[in-house]
C-alpha cells in the first residue's frame, strides 16, 4: 500500500514531455476500476462527466458531491488520483485553498484549476492558495492550471497563443505545476504552447486530434479525454433505450459487460 506522499510522487514523475500520461477521465468506482482495469497509470475525474451522473449540468454541482464522489473514485483504485475541481468551487482564493485542503483529505493527489471567467491575476491567486494548502498539509498536490483562452475563443483568433502563453506563465510562477489547454488541437499551435510554457502541457484529446504517439512527438507530457468515455457510454444508453422503444429490438446491447464482470469489479 503506497501513502498519498508516494502516489503525489508518481503523479508528477508521470508528466514527461515526448512520454505523456493518458488520461481517460472517469466519474465513479465502476469506471475508474476499469480505466485502471485497462492500463491506467493514473486516474484523472472529469467535472462535466460526475455532474451528468449526478443528474446536474456540467458546473451544476456542488463542492460536496463532487468531492464525495473523488472519495469514492480514490478508494476504488490504488492508483494517483487527479480531480477536476473546475475553479475550486470558491469565490475567494482562501476558499479555494480550503477546498484543496478538503480535497487532500480524500487521498487524491492532483487537480485541475481553471480560470474560467477569472482575470489571469485571479486565477494566479488561486493557484497559489492551492499550493499553500498542499504544503500545509505536506502533500505535494500537482496543480495542472488550466486556460479557457482556446476553449471559449476568447479574444482576436491570431492573439490567442500569445495571451494563452502569458496566462500560463503567471499560473506556473504562481505554483503550477502543470499547464492545461482544452481546445487546441493542430500541431502547429500544441508544439509553439510546449516550447513557451516551462511546465508540461496537457492537452485534451477527442475525435479528429493527433494521436497519443503525434502528441508525445511535439513534446506533450499529458493527454485527457475529458468528458469523451461519459458522453460515448451515454450514447449507447440512448442508443439501446431507442431501439427497445422503437422496434422492439436489442442489438444495441451486444458487446455489453456481463453481469459477472460487472459484480466482479464492483467487488474490487
Known sequence: MTTQQDRARLL?????????VVLAN??????????AAAG??????????????????????????????????????????TADLESGY??????????VAALLATGAVGVNLEDAEY??????ERIAAAR?????????????????????????PEGRLDEAVRRLRMYVEAGADGVFVPGVADPETIAALVAAVPAPLN??????????AELAKLGVARI??????????????????EEVYASGTYTSLDGGLTYQELNALSEG
Open 12 to 20: 508528477k514523475e508521470l508528466h514527461r514531455p515526448g512520454e505523456p
Open 26 to 35: 472517469v466519474w465513479d468506482a465502476a469506471s475508474a476500476r476499469l480505466v
Open 40 to 81: 491506467a497509470k493514473a486516474v484523472a475525474t472529469a467535472s462535466a462527466s460526475v455532474s451528468w451522473s449526478l443528474g446536474s449540468p456540467d458546473g451544476g454541482a456542488d463542492r460536496d458531491q463532487v468531492l464525495a464522489r473523488t472519495a469514492e473514485v480514490v478508494r476504488s483504485v490504488g492508483l494517483p488520483v
Open 90 to 99: 470558491a469565490d475567494t482564493a482562501a476558499g479555494v485553498g480550503e477546498t
Open 119 to 124: 482575470a489571469p491575476e485571479q486565477a494566479a
Open 132 to 156: 499553500a494548502a498542499a504544503g500545509a498539509a505536506g502533500v505535494h498536490l500537482f496543480v495542472n492550471g488550466r486556460t479557457d483562452v482556446f476553449l471559449h475563443g476568447l479574444g482576436e
Open 203 to 212: 492537452v485534451l484529446a477527442a475525435p479528429g486530434s493527433p494521436s497519443v
Open 224 to 241: 485527457s479525454l475529458g468528458p469523451g468515455l461519459a458522453k460515448a457510454a451515454y450514447a449507447v444508453v440512448r442508443r439501446a433505450a
